[in-house]
């Protein structure tokens, strides 16, 4: 409404007839009604500020009525409501999409072999004929012999051949099919000699795989070790976690007194794991084969499975290669996950409840526990497990697997 106190020129009663705000008294009240902007409209704030609005409404002054445009601001106490509509922020669109994968077209994976040769190995363990570098170099050598045409294998001992004790891995046979004879040579011309720089390794094998084609099989490692990963010079030897059977660390750590200290032989634990997710995170698996002596080791080698995206079912998380044939069995089993039950989507996805996976025309069930059906072992790759794994083998129309993103 508009109440006048006082004549106002220019104004009129008459129906229809514009009235600028110019023109009205300072003491007016100025009221509208009708629909607005979508910013025009909602309650007023409890102080009774409100802002800017304009839209048509009808005014009343005096006793006429008319109908015009007008913006006003006040400052005061009181309530409004009102309607209107506005655009809100857009709702991203969820795209769901088939991948399908067929096992019998797919490239042989690429694996490098990262192979501990440290001194620990040159002795024996039950279960493993002679000393465990001898076992693994005869089943090492098996293994790829019998996996020779459906994959390519490269090898790297470490500590380096001829370095120094904490020297890093080095590439021994490079990336290839049909390298089981240079492998073979290899292992069996090599000592095991030195500490365990698993972490230093670990960042090399990385660096070896980077610089493989991209277009090829999947890249992955098999990571072999029976000791703590150790070498770091940066650790105090009076406090760390000091390997077992070593000469010990510094004065102070119990677990081996002396005169100076060896931080060479303090548990590098979280480097270890720094370098094993650098290379998952770069698409490059790490199975991790522990061999006996990482007893007291366990937690550091569930670890490395952990986040190399590879933790089996369990407690054991890690491959327990207790004997020459649980070794074997072992590097053949992730040798199968590689080339046979692991899929890369074509991009990340946020949760296992963003995928689902059919074979033969069957929805196969999401299986956290790993021992059946399938899993997201990381944001990008999707893994089938146990008797699901044969049945994507084997399956004609291949394993069809659908993400939405």
Avoid: H
């Avoid at 693994?136 to 293994?143: F, G, M, P």
């Avoid at 650098?278 to 990482?294: C, M, R, S």
């Avoid at 999401?366 to 044969?390: H, I, K, M, Q, Y």
């Amino acid at each position: 409404m508009l109440a006048a106190t006082a004549g106002c020129d220019g104004c009129t009663n008459d129906v229809g007839v514009e009235v600028e705000r110019s023109a009205l008294p300072v003491d007016v009240d100025l009221v509208g009604t009708g629909d607005g902007d979508d910013a025009d409209d909602g309650a007023g704030a409890d102080d009774g500020s409100g802002g800017n609005g304009s839209g048509d409404g009808e005014l009343d002054f005096g006793e006429g009525e008319g109908e015009g445009e007008g913006e006003g601001e006040g400052e005061g106490e009181g309530e409004g409501e009102g309607e209107g509509e506005g655009e809100g922020e857009p709702v991203p669109e969820v795209v769901c999409s088939d991948q399908v994968f067929q096992n019998g077209s797919r490239v042989p994976p690429r694996i490098l072999l990262v192979v501990d040769k440290s001194g620990s190995m040159d002795n024996t363990a039950t279960g493993f004929p002679g000393t465990k570098w001898q076992s693994t170099q005869s089943t090492l050598s098996s293994v790829v012999t019998n996996l020779d045409t459906e994959a390519s294998f490269g090898l790297m001992m470490f500590p380096a051949v001829g370095g120094a004790v904490c020297s890093s891995g080095a590439l021994e046979v490079t990336m290839r099919q049909s390298a089981a004879t240079a492998i073979v040579d290899a292992m069996f011309a090599a000592d095991a000699t030195g500490a365990t720089p698993t972490a230093a390794s670990l960042r090399e094998a990385k660096t070896i795989l980077d610089g493989l084609p991209a277009a090829g099989g999947t890249r992955a490692v098999v990571l072999t070790t029976d000791g703590g990963p150790n070498c770091n010079l940066g650790l105090d030897g009076s406090t760390c976690r000091c390997t077992p059977g070593t000469s010990g660390c510094g004065p102070n750590n119990p677990t081996g007194p002396r005169a100076t200290p060896a931080p060479a032989n303090c548990v590098d634990d979280d480097n270890a794991a720094d370098a094993t997710r650098a290379l998952n995170d770069a698409g490059y698996a790490v199975f991790v084969v522990g061999i006996p002596g990482i007893n007291g080791f366990e937690d550091v080698m569930n670890r490395l499975a952990d986040v190399g995206g590879t933790a089996r079912a369990g407690t054991t998380r890690y491959y327990d290669a207790s004997s020459a044939d649980a070794l074997a069995q072992s590097i053949e089993d992730a040798a199968l996950r590689i080339s046979t039950c692991r899929f890369d989507l074509s991009a990340p996805v946020a949760s296992a409840a963003d995928v689902s996976v059919r074979i033969g025309g069957q929805t196969i069930a999401n299986n956290p526990g790993r021992t059946t059906g399938w899993d997201l072992v990381d944001s990008d790759t999707v893994e089938l497990f146990g008797a699901t794994c044969t049945q994507g083998a084997n399956a004609a129309a291949g394993v069809v697997i659908n993400a939405c993103r």
